[in-house]
């Protein structure tokens, strides 16, 4: 018999994936209504508006939003959200790039690896990547990755517990790309974007498969790797 613990992380497991199931779709009213609120956060004070150049200083790739969804659906948008209304500190220092020595937006021609790396874009990377590497979207899978079978220790205990990682995900995204610039002599950007994320896509699988019991504790020993 299942014991309370197990049942519920079997629960919340089932609700992730049937979220990571789901695309986001402009016409939906619902999703619409998430969009709005992530422009509240971005530009609060400014009247909402589906589609405006606002959406690229964020860091879409055009003036619609929808558009860039494919590969986090609409899961990535609720990821932003709860970034951005749980640890809305940490959303205002990624969006606006304001910890340590940024790259520079120098010409490819002059140099430059192409400036920072777009904030919005970068949000839907890390939901992408960590739903890939979960298994969320074929839980028949999960049994064959480690770091998605030290990801339901967490899930056990906490019911945000993906919202959580995503947050810490980005957070070590950026102390990443930082610590980059400095390994560089600054002369990095955002075409070394990918090999980065994929650094702590490899750091992230690593330290989950120790099956940390506490986000405090998966920020711990990626502290330790990174």
């Known amino acids: 018999m299942q014991t309370v613990c197990a049942m519920l992380q079997t629960e919340r497991l089932e609700q992730l994936s049937d979220q990571a199931s789901v695309q986001f779709e402009l016409s939906n009213e619902e999703h619409q209504a998430l969009l709005r609120q992530l422009w509240s956060h971005a530009f609060p004070g400014e009247p909402s508006q589906l589609q405006s150049d606002r959406w690229k200083d964020m860091g879409w790739q055009g003036n619609n939003p929808a558009t860039d969804f494919r ?10 959200l709860f970034l951005a209304s749980h640890q809305p500190a940490l959303f205002e220092a990624l969006m606006h790039k304001t910890k340590g020595q940024r ?112 986000i405090a504790e998966l920020r711990a020993l990626l502290n330790m790797g990174l």
């Open 71 to 80: 590969g986090g659906g609409l899961m990535s948008l609720q990821n932003l």
């Open 103 to 214: 790259a520079q937006d120098a010409p490819l021609e002059d140099g430059g690896r192409g400036g920072e790396y777009p904030f919005a874009a970068a949000g839907v990377n890390c939901s992408h990547m960590l739903i890939e590497m979960l298994g969320l979207r074929d839980t028949s899978r999960i049994s064959s990755l480690p770091a998605a079978k030290g990801f339901l220790e967490l899930l056990k205990h906490d019911s945000n517990a993906f919202d959580e990682v995503y947050c810490l995900t980005f957070e070590k995204l950026d102390e990443l790309w930082l610590q980059s610039g400095t390994d560089s002599g600054f002369k990095w950007g955002y075409f070394d974007f990918n090999s980065i994320k994929s650094r702590l896509q490899q750091q992230l699988n690593r330290q989950l498969s120790l099956k940390p019991r506490s």
